[in-house]
């Protein structure tokens, strides 16, 4: 999916958080946003999905050459974030099943998802009773194994000790694919596949 963005801008209150921003992210491209914490990076991509409105300025997307509505540009992307989260009262094979009613995953089965997720042991437990880490692996295998043109991922490594940071690692090196990634973090090693970098300090310069 390629990105237009022109004359971006985000406020809150008297507050810039994003000012005059252009860029433009070209299709599979594998973009790094990096800063300091409370640096706009979360906010950036919030406007890149549609969660936020912007204040001022346009994004376009455009995947093989048409033109998608923002309206309808969640149905395009997947997105993996500490602050996304799914019914505390479903198992995280409910999680899978639901999902997949409204869209398309490459695991075909529920055990071969959980498997993927190195979650199959907790098959049966509910989201209220995971550790944060646990849903932290959880989010980041819907948004990688879902079939998506923009993969959105903010500070995955979040709540993960090593052995799962390599587990992330290995599962978005597999499963990326052609997709366009952004992803935000202020952790260097995060940014492996990334092949180029937008500087939060460029927000609001």
Aim: aromatic residues 10%.
């Amino acid at each position: 999916m390629q990105i237009l963005i022109d004359n971006l801008c985000k406020r809150f209150g008297r507050d810039w958080v994003v000012k005059a921003l252009s860029e433009t992210i070209e299709s599979g491209d594998r973009v790094a946003v990096r800063g300091a914490n409370g640096s706009g990076k979360s906010t950036f991509l919030k406007l890149i999905s549609g969660f936020l409105s912007m204040t001022s300025g346009t994004i376009e997307y455009r995947q093989d050459g048409v033109l998608i509505d923002r309206n309808q540009i969640n149905a395009h992307l997947s997105y993996a974030a500490p602050y996304i989260t799914f019914q505390p009262d479903f198992t995280p094979g409910e999680v899978y099943q639901h999902l997949r009613e409204h869209r398309q995953f490459e695991s075909t089965q529920v055990n071969e998802f959980l498997d993927k997720a190195e979650l199959k042991s907790q098959k049966h437990k509910h989201l209220r009773e995971f550790s944060d880490g646990m849903r932290q692996r959880l989010s980041l295998a819907i948004a990688i194994d879902c079939r998506s043109d923009l993969l959105l991922l903010d500070e995955p490594t979040s709540y993960l000790d090593q052995y799962y940071c390599d587990w992330f690692s290995d599962l978005l090196r597999s499963e990326l694919g052609s997709r366009t990634l952004i992803l935000a973090s202020n952790a260097p090693e995060d940014f492996e596949l990334c092949t180029s970098f937008i500087d939060s300090t460029s927000f609001n310069s």
